[in-house]
């Protein structure tokens, strides 16, 4: 948990629409590394907290017997249900409106736990040490996140990159030149340092691994938009009354910088941390 700042329910709001549009896609071999390293006999548990619109665990429900997915917004919650359902695996899958503080909320224990960029919303020292009370002796932990170190340049691709700092920029304009979150704001981001705060739960390891991205992606201007409302620091209802004006703003922003009305960009690298219990428990 960031110092000063305090999380409310409002985080996320009405942004979970915006998600499968909006976010870049994690590297396509993710499962299949992850099914390599893991070697899930198809008959665990996975639970994986934080889930959003179910985007990890829904990629993961062929390697497990069960997947659950827990996250305290309801319109996550609710957009994960309607996704498990669209691909025939809703008997396979559970969604618990919950904070990952709340944990263990009577659902038992697991063979894996997942993090996909959701750790750092939380008091991290409480929830990896409950996590690891879930996980069964052995039980690995996994944490999965955007390769931030590499250089996506878009050599070669027939459309310019989406103007980020501009639409930062224009953000900024809008709500302020400090990050916002929820209710609050987050003036130094949100923490890094998680190798330490598993370390300090009891974790073993971890094991890295770098899935590769780089694929070409084309990207629409209704792209960019929902990638915008998909952020927590610029979630729609942050805009009051305004949000018709900034994302007629954005819309304009956008059309100069691409006439053609597309842009190009690169998937990004997925990295991977994977963390194991103590096969004795201990």
């Known amino acids: 948990m960031v110092a000063g700042w305090e999380w409310d329910g409002t985080l996320f709001s009405g942004t979970a629409a915006y998600y499968e549009r909006g976010r870049l896609p994690y590297a396509p071999g993710l499962a299949d590394a992850l099914a390599e390293v893991l070697r899930p006999d198809g008959k665990g548990r996975l639970i994986d907290v934080g889930c959003g619109p179910g985007t990890i665990a829904l990629s993961l429900t062929h390697l497990f017997g069960e997947v659950v997915g ?135 390891g971890p094991r890295r691994l770098v899935v590769p991205g780089g694929q070409a992606l084309e990207r629409t201007f209704d792209d960019v938009v929902a990638w915008v409302f998909s952020m927590s620091f610029s979630a729609p209802h942050l805009f009051d009354g305004r949000r018709d004006d900034f994302e007629g703003d954005l819309r304009r922003l956008l059309r100069e910088a691409s006439p053609a009305g597309r842009f190009s960009e690169r998937g990004p690298s997925t990295e991977v941390f994977v963390w194991r219990k103590d096969p004795s428990g201990h």
């Open 70 to 204: 827990v996250d305290p917004d309801r319109g996550m919650i609710a957009e994960a249900g309607r996704r498990a359902a669209d691909r025939g695996v809703g008997e396979r899958t559970r969604w618990v409106r919950a904070r990952a503080e709340d944990l263990p909320a009577g659902l038992g224990t697991f063979a894996v736990a997942s993090f996909g960029q959701s750790f750092h919303w939380m008091d991290r020292d409480l929830v990896a040490a409950t996590v690891r009370d879930m996980l069964q002796p052995g039980g690995a932990l996994v944490h999965i996140s955007d390769l931030k170190t590499e250089d996506r340049t878009l050599g070669g691709l027939p459309y310019p990159a989406v103007p980020r700092e501009a639409v930062d920029d224009l953000v900024k304009r809008y709500l302020g030149p400090v990050r916002r979150a929820g209710r609050g704001v987050l003036p130094q981001g949100t923490p890094g340092g998680e190798a330490e705060v598993f370390a300090r739960a009891g974790f073993s």
